[in-house]
């Protein structure tokens, strides 16, 4: 069965071992909606077998929170139409250009298009994608639209951030409960994985202005408000801490200055990661 969030709001985990993301349904008195579409054909299936046995309104609409590949590859399998941000469009556009066998995986992680960990975990969700169809999305948005799902609404809005640039969220305000995709995530694809202060505070206030309960995220557990707040909290501050440095020692050493103390792993990564992110401008 899918884990319950809220009345109308249920959600599949993510599963790490093949970088499943976590799916969305959200469901009204007149119709449902799924958030995200799945890594693969069977994560897709998987997910519309669990949501076939429950007594609810059918399921008319996919919302798509941006372009990597585990959010859009089951696309065609739902077969549902899908909504997403206009950027989110054009990036699916490109990715229906390009083959997926493993010599073209292993050709674009050689000149940097991909990244090593994507290309194995596209290889161990699909073993075999000679059959693997991409899908456009069938309506865009630019900024934010409102869905009114029959007792309960949606709001989807672009917010960008580092992950992805064409980055939305899902907002379900009667039951306070927002789908955050992998906005909040560091920048993957530009090297060394990367943080950068200005974006991220931007991101931060486009999502601290909705109340909400529980948010989910992509690749973690759910967090309500206090966990994810705090989350927030911690990058920014250490993003705050770092300023415009572009080396880690001096980064590393201001920390320690400020917080009396030795960054611990977690904190040393976003040290890291904003060091990173100077270090690209």
């Not at 077969?79 to 229906?96: A, C, G, M, Q, V």
């Not at 090297?191 to 989910?216: A, M, P």
């Not at 557990?221 to 989350?231: A, G, L, S, T, V």
């Amino acid at each position: 069965m899918l884990k319950k969030l809220a009345n109308r709001v249920y959600y599949m985990p993510h599963y790490a071992d093949t970088d499943r993301p976590a799916l969305g349904l959200i469901c009204g008195d007149a119709f449902s909606v799924i958030v995200d579409s799945g890594n693969s054909p069977a994560h897709a299936r998987d997910f519309l077998d669990l949501v076939e046995k429950m007594d609810i309104p059918p399921v008319k609409f996919v919302v798509i929170t941006h372009w990597h590949w585990d959010h859009i590859f089951g696309m065609k399998t739902m077969n549902l139409l899908t909504i997403s941000h206009e950027e989110t469009k054009k990036k699916l556009d490109y990715l229906k250009t390009l083959k997926w066998d493993d010599a073209a995986l292993d050709a674009r992680v050689e000149s940097g298009e991909e990244i090593e960990f994507c290309r194995d975990m596209i290889k161990l969700e699909m073993p075999k994608r000679d059959r693997l169809e991409l899908k456009l999305p069938d309506l865009t948005f630019t900024n934010e639209i409102e869905m009114d799902l029959g007792g309960v609404t949606c709001v989807v809005e672009h917010v960008g951030g580092v992950h992805a640039k064409d980055s939305s969220i899902i907002y379900i305000p009667d039951e306070k409960v927002m789908f955050l995709g992998d906005c909040i995530y560091q920048d993957f694809y530009s090297g060394e994985w990367s943080y950068d202060q200005n974006e991220l505070l931007i991101l931060v206030d486009k999502i601290k202005k909705y109340d909400v309960n529980t948010y989910v995220t992509g690749h973690q557990d759910p967090k309500n408000r206090e966990e994810m707040w705090n989350f927030f909290d911690e990058l920014t501050s250490i993003g705050e801490i770092v300023g415009n440095e572009v080396l880690l020692e001096k980064a590393v050493a201001r920390f320690k200055e400020v917080r009396k103390t030795v960054p611990n792993e977690e904190q040393l990564e976003y040290i890291q990661n904003f060091v990173s992110g100077n270090q690209k401008k």
